[in-house]
């Protein structure tokens, strides 16, 4: 009896090899970082000098923007709010011709977006000032969502393709900074708030042009940080509050009674004592500048065991 060929059981082993060795890379890549930055935060603190372009540790108040908290009232000097749709729906229309050229199929053009419910987007107050002793430093959120955007920029193509289908140029510019905000986040307080997605996708039409409908539900169950973090579920008509129906109606948005919105907030409230790592610019601002000392803000010494 003849015996079976391994090589597809070797590549086979190769690739869940390579799997774990991603996987493996990118634990131990964390680890480095966070190793490094308490070494950095430690070699500050035995000699704290503020020196342009280098690593730099504070601890003071967040005295300002004093900003409201636009779904509490509450008074903070840093909010950042994920808003979503729990339900949203995209529908659309192909043709069903296509062509092939060597064996490989080529999409037919003419896919269009007919319509689009559901919203997804990101809101922040922005920069914050942390006061340690009688010294103000400009903590700029900003430099790390900057950072992140110029990421989202490489994949821009996407968005001409989707907007040439039928997608509105908000909706793209909100699902984008919604992805960049994500990363900044998790960066700046650890955030994290994974969305559990439901899809359910519905088939229609003729012989000549295909409908299809994807359905979306969502839900958010646990959010962590290393600030204040929670999750609202809302419901239009009932008690979402007014400063979050600004920002839905500031896009376009139309809700619709018993519409249900989560909302995922992070927050500072105002004088909360903070530490923030981060790079010092030289000019009372602390500023992300590179992967490894990064820019971070805490409730407890990072620095510590």
Known sequence: MASSDPTGLYIFGLIILAII??????????????????????????SPEFVKDAPVLVHGQAVAPDCILLTTGEHVAFYGIFVMSQESVISGTHSGLGANVGGVPVPASGNRITDVKGF???????D??????????????????????KGAAMVSFAGDMMKQAGLSEQAWNDFINFQVAENALKVLCGFEAPVVS?????????????????????????????????????????????GILDLIAKRGITLEEKDEVILVETFIPLNREVFVFGTFDGDKSIVYADGTVQLSVSYTDPAGD
Request: net charge positive; glycine share 8%; aromatic share 16%.
């Open 21 to 46: 060795g991603l996987y493996a890379y990118s634990y131990l890549n964390q680890r480095r970082v966070a190793n490094k930055q308490k070494e950095l935060m430690k070699v500050f603190q035995a």
């Open 120 to 126: 997804r987007f990101f809101e922040t107050s922005g």
């Open 128 to 149: 914050f000032t942390v006061v340690q002793g009688s010294s103000p430093y400009f903590v700029r959120f900003s430099s790390i969502m900057a950072y992140y955007a």
């Open 198 to 242: 439901q899809h359910t996708k519905r088939h229609g039409g003729g012989f000549m042009v295909h409908k299809t409908t994807d359905h979306t539900s969502v839900s958010v169950v646990d959010v962590k940080s290393r600030i204040d973090s929670r999750i609202h579920y809302l419901m239009a008509g009932y008690n979402i509050p007014q």
